[in-house]
């Protein structure tokens, strides 16, 4: 009878939510890369919740993942014929249309998520909203995507020094001029092989977020994880310029409240998912450090700056990103 009771009442429930979306409410489609269990993919959910509240109904959402329309390479091209309406692309799916975008991804360049989302959403986030808007982009706000840091099987990697001599696993080719920036040996060992190689002394240290430090139980065999924060990674949430051009001054003023209301549920979640493994890792004997050296690495990187710092408007990005304070400096 329960079971009975509760099923009606969810029904109900459900009626009367679908009673209260207008009946000519606009259902936007939105993609990921990545699935639920990210919290990106949360975030843009959160997104369209809000908008809905905020449109009272007008718009509702739905959002698709890598699995129903592909990769972001398949997704850019139906995304410019407006075919989805919101998307979270990484900066990789604007590099050719605004190269200084590509500023972005040098390593060390922010010291931190945090240091990263201030500069976005400031005059540095400003100057390329309105570089992309001229390509056709429209920039609604910044997510914060996580960042890389070292771990090593013996050691903290707390100095510049600390580095001399070992072998460091990388994802990325582009890696390679900070690793020997380094002062070390960069290897590009398959993941699959890497827990063996650092459990053997192939690989001495080796770089990923915390959470996949954690699902691959690295930690087991490399227990010293130093937040290094060399690679911080940036989505941008957009929406097509169809769909845009097609919304009054008052309907955008709506989608951008629920855009920056998104992207600080983004950083909340990414920052209690950071926290909660942590905690889980301390637990399993993990030490944690801070890198202390980045200044001395940047310096000794022009082989890795210079391809992507070639213009005067890239360079003074980079200049402003590196002056730009993080909260905990105000």
């Not at 957009?238 to 919304?247: I, P």
């Not at 709506?254 to 637990?283: M, N």
Request: proline fraction near 3%.
């Amino acid at each position: 009878m329960r079971i009975f009771i509760r099923s009606l009442l969810l029904g109900l429930f459900a009626a009367v939510q679908l009673a209260l979306i207008p009946a000519n409410a606009i259902d936007l489609k939105g993609w990921v890369r990545e699935d639920k269990e990210f919290t990106q993919h949360q975030a843009l959910l959160f997104f369209f919740d809000r908008l809905r509240t905020l449109s009272q109904g007008r718009y509702t959402g739905r959002v698709a993942c890598c699995e129903d329309l592909g990769g972001q390479a398949k997704v850019i091209p139906v995304f410019q014929k407006g075919e989805v309406d919101i998307v979270l692309f990484y900066p990789s799916a604007l590099t050719k249309d605004v190269p200084e975008v590509e500023v972005l991804n040098l390593p060390f360049l922010f010291r931190d998520p945090a240091h990263m989302m201030a500069a976005l959403n400031g005059e540095v986030g400003a100057e390329y909203q309105n570089m992309l808007a001229a390509k056709g982009y429209a920039i609604l706000a910044w997510y914060d995507g996580g960042s890389r840091s070292f771990y090593s099987r013996s050691k903290s990697l707390v100095y510049f020094s600390d580095f001399k001599g070992q072998t460091v696993r990388i994802a990325k080719k582009d890696h390679i001029g900070m690793v020997e920036a380094l002062g070390a040996k960069p290897s590009q060992l398959a993941y699959d092989k890497l827990s063996a190689a650092l459990k053997s002394g192939e690989v001495d240290i080796a770089e990923n977020n915390l959470t996949s430090y954690y699902t691959s139980e690295h930690y087991k065999v490399a227990p010293f994880y130093t937040f290094s924060h060399h690679s911080v990674s940036l989505i941008a949430l957009l929406v097509s310029s169809q769909r845009w051009k097609s919304l009054t001054e008052s309907d955008k003023a709506l989608f951008r409240q629920a855009a920056l209301e998104s992207s600080a549920e983004a950083s909340r979640l990414r920052a209690a998912e950071d926290a909660d493994v942590r905690a889980k890792l301390e637990k399993l004997g993990v030490k944690f450090f801070n890198f202390r050296s980045a200044s001395t690495v940047i310096s000794q990187m022009k082989t890795t700056y210079e391809p992507v710092v070639k213009t005067p408007k890239a360079t003074d990005l980079m200049l402003k990103i590196m002056t730009t304070q993080s909260p905990a400096q105000r």
